[in-house]
């Protein structure tokens, strides 16, 4: 049974940081993403990796939010600085298998974990 666990949503203040963790299991994707979902928005792509290390980001958090992954831990994390209040919302994480098959994602597995930026 595939496994996705969210944590590391808190409420701060603009500007501030903070960094989301995922957790997977089994071990077996090949690349993983962040998504987030605002309270009556549509789900949106914020970042993305694969295991050769190469990342994506959504232009808007693009020199703010950093992706990474440790092997060891099953964990994927999402280094947020500078944080704006339109940062604000659920996020969720999803991953990928060898095959393609995306498992996760907004709404799609967990309850994700909530960011809130207020001013």
């Known amino acids: 049974e595939v496994q996705l666990v969210e944590s590391g949503g808190d409420s701060v203040q603009a500007g501030g940081s903070l960094r989301l963790s995922c957790t997977v299991s089994p071990a077996i994707f090949t690349q993983m993403a962040w998504y987030r979902q605002a309270s009556a928005k549509e789900c949106e792509w914020v970042s993305g990796?694969?295991?050769?290390?190469?990342?994506d980001y959504a232009a808007s958090v693009k020199g703010r939010f950093t992706i990474s992954q440790e092997f060891a831990k099953n964990t994927m994390y999402l280094e947020m600085n500078s944080l704006r209040i339109d940062d604000t919302g659920v996020y969720f994480c999803?991953?990928?298998?060898?095959?393609?098959?995306?498992?996760?994602?907004?709404?799609?597995w967990g309850q994700g974990t909530q960011v809130t930026v207020s001013a």
């Open positions: 990796i694969r295991n050769d290390g190469s990342e």
């Open positions: 999803a991953a990928a298998d060898a095959s393609g098959i995306w498992y996760g994602g907004c709404g799609a």
